[in-house]
């Protein structure tokens, strides 16, 4: 490995004008630019890259931060990660990623690891995993900054970014009413999820205000942690054996959605001729599926970039021995129209 001493005994100049031209800090502007450039040659040259380790120990900042994820593999999660990444670079901050892979069981570890790179602080992207107490105590104690994506944390000395279930909820009801729709079945996320409970109020708040009844028959609820494609067209099996007709349905994710576009289409409905489908998420598959879904965007890659610049406010306050208040981000999801909705048959 190319070192300082490499490069001062190529470039002529001592170690500790090449450290300062090399670590470019206001010291280095003592230095003539001749110098500077010579240095900096040298080091293109020989192929020199700063030893982030030992510039970390000298300066106590490890310019990184630890992500972690419930599931790299989830659409849901990548999107998120990839705005974390996007906004993180131009700043000089790495992330030191530790995925979950769905097991609570593994949080104690992932953080054990992220912790062991001492890193500046946490983002973790929340599921299910999130909502047993304990694990926000964990990063609490700790008085690392931290944000957690996906659940809103009202109570907790924590910074929040979530998108407004409620709302978007009620978007996707509207449009289908809006469509002419009456007639309509819906598929509820699981009981251990907050979104479930949040997405479903905003379903309802809407019905009451347009005097839409729901037909408790055609509701049907994921019983897993999380939503299952085999599940989901179990369930919409289950509402079609009922025998009363619907002409849309309102799924809880973008999955479920594709799974019920998938038992409609065996059971010899085509959609949306004869049921329109909504999903939520906006996942990457949902514009190629087919029909494209309609489906409710959550802004995810917004919300991964919102949360790396709190992250980042959190970690320059602490830096500078300064005290804030924990950030709270809610954010606006929007209807995304494509192929899988169309207005409600006469008949």
Sequence with gaps: MVTIKDVARESGASITTVSMVLNDGPSAQ?????????????AKKLGYRPNVFARSLRSNRSRSVGVIVFDITDPYCSQILRAIETHLQPSGYTSVLADL???????????NMVLERRVEGIIAIANWTY?????????TKRDLPAVIIGRELTKDPI???VVDNAAGARQALQHLYELGHSKLAFIKGPKSLVDSSQRWHGIERFAREVG???DPELVVELQGRN??????CQLVEELLQRKRRFTALVAFDDLTACAAIRALTRAGRVVPRDCSVVGFDDIPNSAFYNPPLTTIQQQLEMQG???AEIVEELISASAEKRTIPPRRRRVTPRLVVRESTCPAPRS
Excluded: M, P
């Design 30 to 42: 003592r230095i003539s630019e001749a110098t500077r450039k010579r240095i900096w040659k040298t």
């Design 101 to 111: 892979q769905n097991d609570r069981g593994n949080f104690q570890r992932c953080l």
């Design 131 to 139: 909502l047993e107490e304990f694990l926000v105590e964990e990063i």
């Design 159 to 161: 910074s929040s970014v």
């Design 212 to 214: 839409l009844v729901i």
């Design 227 to 232: 939503s299952t494609y085999g599940e989901a």
């Design 305 to 307: 970039s919102l949360g």
